[in-house]
Structure formats: structure tokens, C-alpha cells
Nanobody, 126 residues
Framework: QVQLAESGGGLVQAGGSLRLSCAAS????????MAWFRQAPGKEREFVAG????????YYADSVKGRFTISRDNAENTAYLQMNSLKPEDTAVYYC???????????????????WGQGTQVTVSS
């Protein structure tokens, strides 16, 4: 089992920046592909960004491309989401997720991920 814990959310003005962290604990002997998803009130959860097990490949939703950067530090069992030029429409609860095995690939489907954090709120004011 792997436990994920997000941190770094908060309230920021439009145009500002936040950095989210996702710390993994438990059975972290393998490095699995990870991703960030978000869910705004009244909307379905959506893929934001994903990163391969060693960090060599990253993927982004069109809505955040050029503004958000996903990264990971496997020595620290932590993934990050640097969010710049934030917009009010980025307001959501942000979740990190990990796939079950190291042999998996990054997926944009939330039901492909076995492990989830509890979420962290990001609110962008206009």
C-alpha cells in the first residue's frame, strides 16, 4: 500500500503562483507513474498533469500547458506541481495519484490510478 499526502494549497490572487507537494509513504520501494487531478465544484475530476516513473516524460492538460510544471524527487518520494499564472478557473481541489505498478504508464483516466491523496484546496481570486 502507498499513502499520498498533498500540501501547499491555499488562496492566491489571479496571476500568482503556488507549489503543491505530494509526499508518498508506505510501500515506496518502486517508483510509479504519478499524476495530479483536480475537481471544481459541480464538475468532474479532470487530469491536470502526469509524470513517468523516473521523471523523463511529462504530460499536461491543454488548459495548464505552459503555466504548470510537474516534477518529482524519487529520493524524497515526493512529487510537485508548480502552478504559475494562476487563473480563477484553476480553483479546485487538487489530488495527487499514483498508479499501482512501476510498469504502468501515465494515464489521463482517474480510474487507472490505485492510490490517491486526500486533496488540497486551491482558490484563485480575481
Amino acid at each position: 500500500q502507498v499513502q499520498l499526502a498533498e500540501s501547499g494549497g491555499g488562496l492566491v490572487q489571479a496571476g500568482g503562483s503556488l507549489r503543491l507537494s505530494c509526499a508518498a509513504s508506505g510501500r515506496t520501494d518502486s517508483t510509479n507513474p504519478m499524476a495530479w487531478f483536480r475537481q471544481a465544484p459541480g464538475k468532474e475530476r479532470e487530469f491536470v498533469a502526469g509524470i513517468s516513473r523516473r521523471g523523463s516524460n511529462t504530460y499536461y492538460a491543454d488548459s495548464v500547458k505552459g503555466r504548470f510544471t510537474i516534477s518529482r524527487d524519487n529520493a524524497e518520494n515526493t512529487a510537485y506541481l508548480q502552478m504559475n499564472s494562476l487563473k480563477p478557473e484553476d480553483t479546485a481541489v487538487y489530488y495527487c495519484a499514483a498508479r499501482r505498478t512501476a510498469q504502468s504508464t501515465v494515464s489521463v483516466r482517474d480510474d487507472d490510478y490505485a492510490y490517491w491523496g486526500q486533496g488540497t484546496q486551491v482558490t484563485v481570486s480575481s
